[in-house]
């Protein structure tokens, strides 16, 4: 059964600080990993990889893969507290569209 | 383009009750998806369809049918509501081939 664990499940820091979320995955004919944001609505989405050890970057976010350890990390350098959201991690598996999604990291940056 | 759009927002049903929720894209995706969002268990993907005509079960589908007549519309039916399918309902949709899902608004449902 295709797995994505994600961690910490929460996580609660100040503006400013640097956040390291964590993604790991056990699926079979891996095709990509996806990362999302979610504040009260709906997930946005924020970089999908594919490749190991390339970094995909969007200001003070970041990415990156390793296919070899099977986990993906996603870093938000001066938190602001407009980050607090619930960050999501899916992994998509080859010859399907189907996404399996972990539980969520759930953060909050306090002023 | 209004993407995809979810009515309704929201809604409250007695025990036994049945309706459906909608779900529409403009964007002309093959692949669209419902999902389900209970707290902390993350999204848990109900039925998909591949296209017009083409279902199929997910993790999660007893107690939820689905049809896709047209590309836009992918309804999901509650047959008989039950209090543990009170949940926030998303629908997805994407092209074929591509992994980038994008998601509505969502239907906060509630079954008393």
């Known amino acids: 059964e295709d797995k994505v664990v994600q961690s910490p499940l929460s996580l609660v820091v100040h503006e400013g600080d640097t956040v390291t979320l964590n993604c790991s995955y056990e699926?079979?004919?891996?095709?990509?990993l996806l990362w999302y944001k979610q504040e009260k609505k709906a997930p946005t989405f924020l970089f999908m990889l594919t490749s190991s050890g390339i970094e995909k970057k969007s200001g003070r976010l970041s990415s990156i893969l390793d296919k070899k350890e099977l986990f993906s990390i996603l870093n938000i350098t001066a938190t602001q507290t407009g980050d607090s959201a619930v960050y999501l991690c899916a992994v998509a598996t080859g010859g399907s569209e189907k996404l399996v999604f972990g539980k969520g990291t759930k953060l909050t940056v306090n002023p | 383009n209004a993407g995809v759009t979810q009515t309704p927002k929201f809604q409250v049903l007695k025990t036994g009750q049945s309706m459906t929720l909608q779900c529409a894209q403009d964007?002309?995706?093959?692949?669209m998806s419902w999902y389900r969002q209970d707290p902390g268990m993350g999204l848990r993907l109900i039925h998909y369809s591949v296209g017009a005509g083409i279902t199929d079960q997910g993790e999660v589908p007893n107690g939820y049918n689905v049809s896709r007549s047209t590309t836009e519309d992918f309804p999901l039916r509650l047959l008989s509501a039950a209090p543990s399918q009170t949940s926030v309902y998303f629908c997805a949709s994407s092209y074929a081939g591509a992994d980038e899902q994008f998601f509505g608004p969502g239907t906060r449902l509630t079954v008393l």
């Open positions: 964007m002309n995706h093959e692949y």
């Open positions: 699926v079979t004919n891996f095709r990509s």
